[in-house]
């Protein structure tokens, strides 16, 4: 098991950007696949992007790719997302998950991941 906590949430403008990071503990980061999902008031929870163990596989949700960069630094146990010309429809509590896989996965499915953050609040005005 590891335990995630998410920074960088906050408010801002339509067309603005923020950087979320995601702090995990243990010393096995590498060895987890991770993905970023997001949860707006009275909607379900959603996928965003997900990265593999590595780093060089990636996968973003149809609404946010072209915006959205994920990235990960395995020496500083952290995953990041970058979020670029943000929309209103953005805001959501943002929420940092972890499965142990090695490979080409990054999965994008809310029950492959068994670990999660406690979110971030993104607020996107108009």
């Known amino acids: 098991q590891v335990q995630l906590v998410e920074s960088g949430g906050g408010l801002v403008q339509a067309g603005g950007s923020l950087r979320l990071s995601c702090a995990a503990s243990g010393r096995t980061f590498s060895s987890y696949a991770m993905g970023w999902f997001r949860q707006a008031p009275g909607k379900e929870r959603e996928f965003v992007a997900a990265?593999?163990?590595?780093?060089?596989?990636?996968t973003y949700a149809d609404s946010v790719k072209g915006r959205v960069t994920i990235s990960r630094d395995n020496a500083k146990n952290t995953v990041s997302l970058q979020m670029n010309s943000l929309k209103p429809e953005d805001t959501a509590v943002y929420y940092c998950?972890?499965?142990?896989?090695?490979?080409?996965?990054?999965?994008?499915?809310?029950?492959?991941?068994?670990?999660w953050g406690q979110g971030t609040q993104v607020t996107v005005s108009s």
């Open positions: 998950a972890a499965r142990q896989a090695r490979g080409a996965y990054a999965p994008d499915r809310i029950d492959e991941y068994p670990d």
């Open positions: 990265i593999n163990w590595s780093g060089v596989y990636t």
